[in-house]
């Protein structure tokens, strides 16, 4: 007696079309449920905590342009920059952005030290 090789195949998608139906009827049942959470203000908060120190700021938003070591990478050199530049200006530059650099990266009660610690680097 000869088997069909394609039965096992046609097993398989009948499994597979049937799971795919069961799970699509699931998610319609959560899709309610998620909906009803999110409605409730479940899904609106904000985990993000703000950095506190301007170091972790410089981490959080500045390090991808001016690299880790204030070397600059796509925006310019960080060394220095207190000796070219008032506290004043570098705040400026911080709150309002220049060139390339967009503004609003710092909140803006923070900006008066992150410009003092921008100051600083050596």
């Not at 999110?38 to 959080?60: C, F, L, M």
């Not at 925006?75 to 000796?83: C, E, F, T």
């Amino acid at each position: 007696m000869k088997k069909n090789p394609v039965i096992p195949f046609i097993i398989i998608m009948v499994f597979g079309i049937g799971l795919m139906f069961l799970l699509s009827f699931k998610g319609l049942g959560d899709m309610k449920e998620v909906a009803k959470d999110k409605g409730e203000g479940g899904g609106n908060e904000k985990t993000e905590v703000a950095a506190s120190n301007p170091e972790d700021i410089y981490k959080q938003t500045c390090i991808g342009c001016h690299g880790d070591q204030y070397q600059g990478v796509v925006g310019p050199s960080l060394k220095g920059v207190g000796s070219k530049f008032s506290k004043d200006e570098i705040k400026t530059f911080i709150t309002k952005g220049k060139g390339n650099m967009p503004a609003g990266l710092v909140p803006e009660e923070q900006a008066a030290a992150m410009a003092d610690w921008v100051s600083k680097i050596k």
